[in-house]
């Protein structure tokens, strides 16, 4: 009995020995908020260029969309909006490229723009979001940004509860409050019950028939969280191109804005939320501007390395060797 116990653990501890080499060879490069802010005031310096900052005095937030950074300074003002690699920085006004050597920065083309709406609504943690499906799910993706203390989305949640039964779609909802954190503390309480709710859709559609949302256990979206996280995505989303007003407002599959309506009919739900209103879609590019920095081609042998790293699309696969003989030697002797 104790051969065959001391042969279980054996098997059970080369499981685990194999199984570790699997994660570590499937890890994804990734940085964050810091070798972010560190890679663009890099790329910057190398081009002669400044923001007026360091990464002591600035701080890069991540948001809701992998590979995007929200930057602030010290006290929370806004900088700009930045990828992991550091080598875009901008705003609702556009983007600016950088490389990895002295090319003067340049203004991301209106080609450059598109591509990279589409990998941000790609990159958007759609599973943090609330999802609400009606019907079979239409096959639909669309951000819902919708207030507690709102009265038009209160109307839009009842009109889709009376007359949408007959529509197929799916909202990743981003709830919120009109109110910033400061003043409406209570309200960002609510947002955050709900969204920390063990089934936080069942928690959403039930608000909308109670206007009150149980006590629930804590998550990432603590009521100052959760504030952070939706304003973050509206300013993402707003600097690609995709920007969201007042609430409620839907962000199509494609990136533009759909139009909310007071007097909603069934007809109109479908044609605009439902299948039908599905948008046709580009293919899918490789993406070049939410890749993780380490996967970004460092300088190795002069210029014609760091041409290499310039180029936003540059890609390195990253190998790690593990001697899986050489870990069983060491674990069971």
Not at 94 to 103: A, D, E, K, P, Y
Not at 195 to 211: F, G, I, P, V
Request: glycine share 8%; net charge positive; with cysteine.
């Amino acid at each position: 009995m104790n051969v065959f116990k001391q042969s279980f653990r054996q098997w059970r501890a080369l499981g685990a020995v194999v199984g570790m080499a699997g994660a570590m060879l499937a890890l994804p490069a990734h940085a964050d908020g810091r070798s972010a802010t560190h890679n663009l005031l890099a790329n910057m310096a190398r081009a002669n260029r400044s923001l007026g900052i360091t990464e002591k005095d600035s701080r890069a937030m991540p948001t809701l969309v992998r590979g995007m950074y929200v930057l602030n300074d010290n006290k929370g003002a806004f900088i700009g909006i930045i990828n992991e690699a550091g080598t875009i920085y901008g705003d609702v006004n556009g983007f600016q490229v950088l490389s990895t050597n002295s090319t003067p920065p340049r203004k991301m083309t209106s080609e450059e723009m598109s591509d990279l709406q589409q990998e941000v609504l790609a990159a958007i943690e759609y599973d943090k979001l609330i999802k609400v499906t009606y019907g079979n799910g239409g096959g639909r993706k669309i951000v819902l940004f919708s207030a507690v203390d709102c009265g038009f989305c209160q109307r839009f949640e009842q009109d889709f509860i009376k007359k949408g039964s007959g529509v197929n779609t799916t909202f990743y909802v981003v709830p919120m409050s009109l109110q910033d954190f400061n003043g409406g503390v209570a309200k960002w309480q609510t947002v955050s019950r709900i969204w920390c709710a063990d089934d936080s859709t069942a928690a959403w559609r039930k608000y909308w028939n109670t206007l009150d949302a149980a006590p629930g256990h804590s998550c990432e979206f603590d009521p100052k969280s959760a504030e952070q996280a939706a304003r973050y995505l509206k300013q993402v989303l707003a600097a690609v191109g995709s920007r969201a007003g007042g609430t409620p407002s839907f962000v199509r599959e494609d990136g533009s804005i759909l139009n909310n309506k007071a007097d909603m009919d069934s007809a109109y739900m479908k044609k605009t939320f439902g299948s039908d209103g599905m948008p046709k879609l580009a293919a899918a590019k490789q993406p070049q501007w939410l890749v993780a920095a380490a996967d970004v081609p460092s300088s190795q042998n002069g210029d014609d390395a760091q041409q290499t790293a310039a180029q936003p699309g540059a890609q390195q696969s990253k190998k790690i060797k593990i001697d899986v003989k050489d870990a069983l030697k060491k674990l069971f002797n």
